[in-house]
């Protein structure tokens, strides 16, 4: 597969015929490499992910040929972000990116807090944010041409099953504009999500807020109540038995 359209938006981009996962391939690539060697904006793809990883030790698989699996290098502390807080917004922020560049190709897709990308219900993408000193790896993944035979769980789709074009390099180059604009405006603002309009931006398209939610956390009990807003550092307001919760990690599935 080729990536021209991908090539002129990236600082670097590096195509590897398979990789174990693109998020593990460009953090040992930038730990080892002079720093200049990879400047913030630098994409790892490929369309064979042997070892994809979701969240909480979760796995992200597809058979190889059928989804992309890209990352992307940001040096926040470089870019202006001092605030270790304001990192709450990249996932979602990249999420954002991948929900508009699936709208473009007419495909009516919906953030899920805080990393999916659902259509009608059904992942369609999935992020992966991992933060070390001064770097984010954004890792995302979206299936392309599986049928639905080959999705890797019954709440999965594609967008072929979806009826979409999924050729690679527009899907990748869709997003990655998306992501530099919104990212490029958020730091600009000194990553202060509300001034730079980003929280406003995934607010509008994060189908999460205003629905009942059930909220399982990584430590404690889950929390059932209503999805009301997003706050200063992109984490999920719930409402549940008279208090609002502030939620930075964790599960949620939409009751209604
Ligand atoms: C995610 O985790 O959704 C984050 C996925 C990130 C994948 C990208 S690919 C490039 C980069 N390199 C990596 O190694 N990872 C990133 P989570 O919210 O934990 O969801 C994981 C769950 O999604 C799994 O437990 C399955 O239920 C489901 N799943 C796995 N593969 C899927 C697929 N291809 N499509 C839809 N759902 C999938």
Same mark, same amino acid.
């Given at each position: 597969?080729?990536?021209?359209?991908?090539?002129? +938006?990236?600082?670097?981009?590096?195509?590897?015929?398979?990789?174990?996962?693109?998020?593990?391939? +460009?953090?040992?690539?930038?730990? =080892? &490499?002079?720093?200049?060697?990879?400047?913030?904006?630098?994409?790892?793809?490929? &369309?064979?992910?042997?070892?994809?990883?979701?969240?909480?030790?979760?796995?992200?698989?597809?058979?190889?040929?059928?989804?992309?699996?890209?990352?992307?290098? +940001? @040096?926040?502390?470089?870019?202006? %972000?001092?605030?270790?807080?304001?990192?709450?917004?990249?996932?979602? %922020?990249?999420?954002?990116?991948?929900?508009?560049?699936? @709208?473009?190709?007419?495909?009516?897709?919906?953030?899920?807090?805080?990393?999916?990308?659902?259509?009608?219900? @059904?992942?369609?993408?999935?992020?992966?944010?991992?933060?070390?000193?001064?770097?984010?790896?954004?890792?995302?993944?979206?299936?392309?041409?599986?049928?639905?035979?080959?999705?890797?769980?019954?709440?999965?789709?594609?967008?072929?099953?979806?009826?979409?074009?999924?050729?690679?390099?527009?899907?990748?180059?869709?997003?990655?504009? =998306?992501? =530099? &604009?919104?990212?490029?405006?958020?730091?600009?603002?000194?990553?202060?999500?509300?001034?730079?309009?980003?929280?406003?931006?995934?607010?509008?398209?994060?189908?999460?807020?205003?629905?009942?939610?059930?909220?399982?956390?990584?430590?404690?009990?889950?929390?059932?109540?209503?999805?009301?807003? +997003?706050?200063?550092?992109?984490?999920?307001?719930?409402?549940?038995?008279?208090?609002?919760?502030?939620?930075?990690?964790?599960?949620? %599935?939409?009751? =209604?």
């Amino acid at each position: 597969v080729a990536f021209p359209r991908s090539s002129a +938006l990236a600082a670097r981009l590096v195509i590897l015929t398979e990789a174990t996962s693109t998020n593990d391939e +460009l953090a040992a690539r930038v730990a =080892r &490499d002079p720093v200049a060697d990879w400047p913030e904006f630098s994409v790892i793809v490929t &369309d064979n992910q042997t070892s994809g990883r979701g969240r909480l030790g979760r796995t992200w698989s597809a058979p190889p040929g059928t989804m992309l699996a890209t990352s992307v290098l +940001l @040096r926040p502390t470089a870019a202006g %972000i001092h605030d270790a807080d304001a990192l709450g917004w990249i996932p979602l %922020i990249a999420g954002l990116a991948m929900v508009r560049a699936v @709208r473009e190709l007419g495909v009516d897709a919906e953030l899920k807090w805080p990393n999916d990308v659902l259509v009608h219900g @059904r992942k369609l993408s999935g992020v992966l944010c991992e933060a070390a000193t001064g770097t984010v790896i954004v890792g995302a993944g979206i299936n392309l041409t599986l049928t639905a035979e080959q999705l890797p769980v019954p709440t999965a789709t594609s967008l072929a099953i979806e009826g979409a074009d999924a050729d690679a390099d527009a899907v990748l180059a869709g997003y990655l504009s =998306r992501l =530099r &604009d919104l990212y490029g405006s958020f730091a600009v603002a000194g990553g202060d999500a509300g001034a730079s309009g980003v929280r406003d931006a995934v607010s509008a398209a994060c189908a999460t807020l205003g629905r009942s939610v059930r909220v399982e956390r990584p430590a404690g009990e889950p929390l059932a109540g209503e999805a009301v807003a +997003l706050d200063g550092s992109g984490r999920l307001v719930v409402h549940a038995d008279g208090r609002h919760t502030a939620v930075s990690a964790g599960d949620v %599935i939409h009751l =209604r």
